[in-house]
Every structure is written in C-alpha cells, then in structure tokens.
C-alpha cells in the first residue's frame, strides 16, 4: 500500500472541478475567515455551555467508530468537553511519544480501553453565537446542505468511507489525519457492497484478511488548524485525531452534474437512499393521510 501527499493550493487560487478532479488541502485562507482559530475549551463551553449534543458511544477502542457504535446519547456540552480535555491529558503520553495515526491506534489499542466518546451534531443545532462564527468556504456559487461539527480526543478515528457529496474539512482545533483512496480502488479497500463504508482499515492494515489492499494506492496528509481539505465525490477517506483533541467543521454541497453517474459503484447505495427518502415523504402523517394528500 503506497501514499503519496495530497497537493497544498492557496486559497485564491483553488477552484473545485465540476467532474470531481481530485483532493487538495487549501491553504492561505482571508483574514476574515480565521476567527475559529481563537477556539478553545474555554471559549466552547461558554458559547455552547449546557447545550445538550449527541455523543457517540464506541465499543473498545476509538478506531473505526461507525462500525464499532454502542448506544451512546445525549448530554450537556460542558460535560462532554470535560471528558474530551481530561481524556487528553490522559493519553498525553501517546500523543508525545507517537506522530502517525497508525502508530497512535497501536499505541492505543493497547491500553485495552473498555468503551470512548465522540461528538458529530449539526451545526444547526448549536447556538446562534457559534454558527455565525464559523466561516464557510464560499467555493460554489449554492450554500452548503449540511454542515457537521465535530469533536473528538486523541485515537478516534470514522473508519475508512466515502461520501456521494463534495465535502471539505476545516481544521479548528488540533491535527486530523487523512488517508485517501480514489474511487476506481474500491475493490482494494474492500468497499461493502451497496454501502459507502470499507472493511480494509489503513491503520490496523490486516493484509491477510484483505490482501488486495497491497495493491492500494493512496493520498495522505495532516491537517492542521486554519487548513481545508477538499474531497471529491467518492473518494474514500480516513479521518483520525493525532493531536490531544480535536475540533473541525465539515461542509458538505449539492453534487453538480455529472458527479456521481461515473462512478457505477454508489449507483447503488444512492438509489437505496432515494427508496428510502420516499417511502419517508409518502409515509402517512398523523390522522391517517400522506403528507401530499394532506396538502
């Protein structure tokens, strides 16, 4: 498995292509744009304070979360961000001694952890304060459809996945690593048939299990706080905390055409979505009539 870094383009000079083109970290963003830079714990917990989040829940260590998920919950932001600085400190020794996020999972399997934590909310959700203060990418002309606000410690990583939206990462707090695939090694990464999701993990690399995954060629980098780091539709990432803690706002944008119609290998998954996205419109409403006939 070879990876190669991603490419790092100015601000002004970083336009998405139409037809997906490939990732680039973004870099020199306007003085306007920095403000989250002053984030911190403190500054957090007074603007989100007792705010109740969703925290996700993982059995065992904090790798490959969305596959590992245990029940999880909602509870006070304060709260949440406690656990996330004490956490910190707790594995203060990893993250000093260990740089990559292969090395820090190993490190961190170790310990034989019992059960983590990890935040994703839509911004949405969070007080006026905080989403006017986070800065969005004015790359294309549309607004974003969905904007996620995350938070972890050290170790906690998504698992290996791809998205059917063009997305971008902007690093606030800490360092995230990503590790990249493009889309036609699909096979090699041991997609799961008719889910965005892998079985191949690039950090715990098992190739007796996925031998193909030899065979993988990919994209790396480290993302530091003021950087984005744009991915094109269907790329499968790795995203991994390897700094004490971490915060980053992902945006995710209408897919143009005609992103999406070359890539035969979501045409399944999307069109799964789509059933479900209308059997949810045309389930009927309280008092026994759909939402159209209600109308």
């Known amino acids: ?16 292509p139409r037809r997906g083109g490939e990732p680039r970290i973004v870099i020199d963003s306007p003085p306007g744009r920095v403000a989250p830079l002053l984030w911190d714990s403190a ?3 007074a603007v989100i304070g007792e705010h109740d989040v969703p925290v996700r829940e993982t059995h065992g260590p904090p790798s490959n ?8 919950g909602f509870i006070p932001f304060t709260r949440y961000m406690d656990w996330v600085v004490e956490t910190a400190e707790t594995l203060r020794d990893i993250a000093e001694g260990h740089s990559t996020a292969r090395d820090i999972t190993r490190a961190i399997h170790e310990l034989r952890l019992d059960h983590f934590y990890y935040m994703d909310a839509k911004l949405e959700q969070f007080p006026r304060a905080l989403r006017e203060g986070t800065p969005v990418p004015d ?8 904007i996620n606000f ?9 698992g290996l996945h791809c998205d059917v939206t063009p997305n971008c990462n902007t690093q606030i707090i800490g360092r995230k690593e990503f590790v990249l695939f493009p889309p036609s090694q699909s096979q090699l990464v041991y997609r799961i048939p008719g889910h965005t999701h ?6 715990i690399p098992d190739f007796e299990r996925f031998p193909l995954a030899r065979r993988a060629t990919g994209w790396h980098c480290t993302l530091r706080p003021g950087e984005s780091l744009y991915i094109p539709v269907g790329w499968f990432h790795q995203v991994t905390v390897v700094s004490g803690w971490a915060v980053n706002v992902n945006f995710f944008w209408p897919r143009p055409f005609p992103q999406g119609l070359a890539l035969p290998g979501l045409w399944r998954f999307l069109l799964r979505r789509g059933r479900a996205r209308l059997r949810t419109a045309l389930r009927p409403a309280p008092g026994g009539s759909t939402p159209a006939a209600s109308r």
């Open 1 to 16: 498995m070879d990876l190669i870094p991603v490419p790092r383009v100015s601000y002004g000079d970083f336009r998405p």
């Open 43 to 45: 500054y957090l917990k």
């Open 65 to 72: 979360i969305f596959q590992n998920l245990a029940r999880g």
């Open 139 to 146: 790359w294309y002309r549309a607004a974003p459809v969905d």
């Open 150 to 158: 995350w938070c972890g410690a050290l170790g906690t990583s998504c």
């Open 198 to 203: 892998c079985r191949f993990d690039p950090n």
